[in-house]
């Protein structure tokens, strides 16, 4: 019975391309809505939500670290955050930070996209404990947590 129901759908999606095209389109969906999940949850870079990420810096002392053009940093950034230049960025200069390697560090830009690029190079020159804030400034701003100018 299950075969002749294969063998009916099969049929139908052949004979009308749009309804391939679409299921096609429905599946690759459902493939990257998964592997999104999981690969963030196998991740060594955690997402923390504002919440998590004031609680690190309270309980932890959590380093800031703002990625943001530095416009943006001086328009408003999370109080006591430090600001890294993008040459530095590019180069992989993380001096700045040598001093906290044994502290969290939670990168920050302007909506969460970027930090995962600049989190995973401070993970390869030997920082530990890194994470980003889920959402960005974005999301700090939209929670009415303190930014400092």
């Known amino acids: 019975m299950?075969?002749?129901f294969m063998d009916q759908i099969i049929e139908f999606a052949t004979s009308t391309p749009l309804i391939s095209i679409l299921s096609i389109a429905w599946v690759a969906l459902v493939v990257l809505i998964i592997y999104s999940y999981v690969g963030a949850a196998l991740s060594p870079i955690k997402e923390l939500s504002t919440h998590d990420a004031t609680l690190l810096m309270n309980?932890?002392?959590?380093v800031i670290l703002d990625i943001r053009a530095p416009k943006e940093f001086k328009a408003g950034h999370i109080l006591g955050s430090r600001q890294i230049k993008p040459e530095e960025l590019k180069d992989?200069?993380?001096?700045?930070?040598?001093?906290?390697?044994?502290?969290?560090?939670?990168v920050v830009c302007a909506m969460g996209s970027?930090?995962?690029?600049?989190?995973?190079?401070?993970?390869?020159a030997g920082f530990e404990k890194v994470s980003v804030l889920k959402g960005g400034m974005s999301a700090w701003q939209s929670a009415s947590l303190p930014v400092s100018k």
């Open 114 to 124: 970027t930090a995962k690029k600049t989190a995973s190079q401070l993970l390869k």
């Open 59 to 62: 309980k932890e002392d959590a």
């Open 2 to 4: 299950t075969a002749f």
């Open 92 to 106: 992989g200069n993380f001096a700045k930070l040598e001093k906290s390697k044994d502290k969290p560090i939670i």
